[in-house]
């Protein structure tokens, strides 16, 4: 058995992802799970070897690329596939294009993940809509926390930068820069074609600013939505919805029962993790629903 923790504050479970969590309002339990190892649960009945795959949305300068193989060593092999999903041109040009020249297990996917192809207004942040990819790449350190150089910033390149207009987005002074145009791709179909298994191991990050509730409703309420149980891994910064649709996180947790109920091997979680504060950065807050 390994242990599950779940953080709590004095009240009871902070459920709401919109919750800002500090650290001396927490209480930290541990109770027992009793889970098959993660080879058990991803052993391919065919000569075909078990996937590993890291599908990022919002890849924004890589940051996530690599503290997603720390998190989960299985993304760390030779084999492992890992797609960076990011529409803005500089930051490709700044950080991703040379990731995916050191490593060949990176492909880029140059588009938003959205509803449908084709293209679509994107907002630039207005702080870092003038710099080019060079000055971009001298003036943020990804993800940094400290600062490498006396005036270097901390924190990453064009951190807000959506699908969302200013006028409609709930932090109005970050999306105030030029809009772009940007390609667009059905992130249900996409993911459908990748034609994953049970058996593969699968993570799936989510930041991009907002559209979130649309990708997941298409992709959960959709024809498409059994691929939606190939996923082991859910990580999902939430975001207000300025759109006027359903919030997705009661369509996602209704369907992570439903697949551990329907399609898991007993003894094989699926795990959802929210983006929270936390000292010195972000982290993530586990909650398993492996059971209806």
């Known amino acids: 058995c390994t242990f599950e923790h779940s953080i709590f504050d004095k009240g009871g479970m902070r459920d709401s992802p919109f919750v800002k969590l500090k650290a001396t309002a927490l209480l930290l339990l541990a109770r027992p799970v009793c889970t098959m190892s993660p080879m058990e649960c991803h052993d391919c009945p065919t000569a075909t070897a078990s996937r590993s795959v890291l599908i990022d949305l919002g890849s924004n300068c890589?940051?996530?690329?690599?503290?997603?193989?720390?998190?989960?060593?299985?993304?760390?092999?030779?084999?492992?596939?890992?797609?960076?999903?990011?529409?803005?041109?500089?930051?490709?040009?700044?950080?991703?294009?040379?990731?995916?020249?050191?490593?060949?297990?990176?492909?880029?996917?140059?588009?938003?993940?959205?509803?449908?192809?084709?293209?679509?207004?994107?907002?630039?942040?207005?702080?870092?809509?003038?710099?080019?990819?060079?000055?971009?790449?001298?003036?943020?350190?990804?993800n940094a926390t400290v600062r490498q150089k006396k005036k270097m910033p901390v924190g990453n390149p064009h951190g807000s930068a959506t699908l969302v207009d200013g006028e409609r987005h709930w932090t109005k002074y970050l999306r105030k820069g030029?809009?772009?145009?940007?390609?667009?791709?059905?992130?249900?179909?996409?993911?459908?074609?990748?034609?994953?298994?049970?058996?593969?191991?699968?993570?799936?990050?989510?930041?991009?600013?907002?559209?979130?509730?649309?990708?997941?409703q298409r992709l959960l309420g959709g024809s498409q939505s059994?691929?939606?149980?190939?996923?082991?891994?859910?990580?999902?910064?939430?975001?207000?919805?300025?759109?006027?649709?359903?919030?997705?996180?009661?369509?996602?947790?209704?369907?992570?029962?439903?697949?551990?109920?329907?399609?898991?091997?007993?003894?094989?979680?699926?795990?959802?993790r929210h983006q929270v504060d936390a000292p010195g950065g972000y982290g993530w807050l586990l909650q398993t629903l492996d059971s209806p």
């Not at 059905?186 to 649309?214: M, N, P, Q, T």
């Not at 975001?239 to 091997?265: E, F, K, Q, V």
């Open 226 to 272: 059994s691929f939606a149980c190939m996923v082991d891994e859910w990580l999902i910064e939430w975001h207000a919805n300025p759109t006027g649709i359903m919030h997705a996180l009661p369509l996602l947790r209704d369907t992570i029962r439903y697949c551990s109920a329907h399609w898991r091997i007993s003894g094989c979680p699926i795990n959802l």
């Open 62 to 142: 890589g940051d996530t690329y690599q503290n997603m193989q720390q998190m989960f060593p299985s993304l760390q092999a030779s084999s492992a596939e890992i797609f960076l999903w990011e529409p803005m041109p500089v930051l490709l040009d700044a950080y991703l294009r040379r990731i995916a020249s050191n490593d060949p297990r990176v492909r880029l996917v140059e588009a938003a993940a959205w509803v449908s192809d084709g293209n679509a207004t994107f907002y630039l942040s207005q702080r870092d809509a003038r710099l080019s990819p060079a000055q971009m790449a001298a003036r943020w350190h990804c």
């Open 178 to 216: 030029p809009p772009i145009t940007v390609d667009t791709r059905d992130f249900a179909h996409w993911l459908a074609a990748l034609e994953l298994r049970l058996c593969d191991y699968v993570v799936l990050k989510i930041d991009i600013e907002g559209a979130e509730h649309s990708v997941l």
